[in-house]
């Protein structure tokens, strides 16, 4: 039987990439948004893979929202096998003490809080039902990297990747496998937010992210095809591997690529 797939924060972006590639490979997909609209829009964008897509707004940084999202998946597909916390948001690219104390809050309660909730609700829902994977959605900050005016965002991604790999190890005797998923620097909205601008730093910016960055169709892809085969207790899928860094390098002064244009 096919898998069933829920993807949180997939209305766009790598998460609506994602379940594109989940439903072309045969796969049952909740597409699930922030907001009815958002999510609604997906679904009809998707309307060509008919009843294998159905699609759940959620607040996925309350637990109410986590556990309504799996109660329908439950509904609609009769189990869960994939839960992928993808929902995420930035904030405005700006050192971290001229941000508002509500847009602080808003990115913890999203990145950090949706994530644990995201995590440890399907956990326990999977391993009464006999196991699943559960893969969390690294990003900006999960290696180490800085970027001057992305501070707090950085921090709930380091968070996210100590958490994931922490309770992996916790959980390596269940039923439930419990991943990372790495995209590197993918070509969204959120990474075209942090190269506008005509100062000398957007420039560089724009520079790096066209050597470097990818486009979602290329990177979900390569993502779903890894999540469906891996067999490991847990997963660490990563797109912008150290090969393909060196590789980006060394083949830059050939591929003339401009993604903001």
């Not at 972006?13 to 379940?19: A, P, R």
């Not at 948004?33 to 958002?38: D, I």
């Not at 006999?130 to 991604?157: P, Q, R, W």
């Not at 959120?190 to 100062?199: C, E, N, Q, Y």
Request: proline share 2%; net charge positive; aromatic share 8%.
């Amino acid at each position: 039987m096919s898998k069933a797939v829920v993807i949180t924060g997939s209305s766009r972006g790598i998460g609506l990439g994602l379940v594109t590639r989940f439903l072309e490979a045969g796969c049952r997909v909740v597409v699930s948004g922030s907001s009815g609209e958002s999510t609604q829009r997906a679904l009809d964008s998707l309307n060509r893979f008919g009843e294998a897509v159905a699609g759940f707004a959620a607040d996925v940084s309350t637990s109410e929202g986590i556990e309504a999202l799996f109660d329908f998946a439950e509904r609609s597909f009769g189990r869960v096998d994939i839960w992928i916390n993808n929902a995420g948001i930035a904030h405005r690219q700006l050192p971290a003490w001229q941000l508002g104390d509500d847009e602080i809050r808003r990115v913890l309660s999203t990145n950090i809080d949706g994530v644990v909730n995201g995590t440890l609700i399907p956990f326990r829902r999977m391993q009464s039902a006999g196991g699943g994977l559960i893969l969390n959605m690294e990003g900006l900050g999960s290696d180490g990297f800085m970027l001057a005016g992305m501070t707090i965002y950085g921090t709930t991604k380091s968070a996210v990747t100590y958490f994931t790999r922490s309770l992996a190890r916790e959980a390596n005797q269940t039923k439930v496998r419990i991943g990372t998923i790495s995209p590197g620097m993918v070509v969204t909205e959120m990474l075209r937010a942090t190269v506008m601008g005509d100062d000398d730093e957007a420039a560089k910016r724009r520079r790096f992210f066209n050597v470097m960055a990818d486009d979602v169709e290329t990177v979900s892809a390569f993502l779903c095809k890894k999540i469906l085969a891996s067999t490991a207790a847990s997963p660490r899928i990563a797109w912008l591997t150290r090969p393909r860094i060196i590789h980006k390098m060394l083949s830059a002064p050939f591929r003339r690529r401009d993604f903001f244009a």
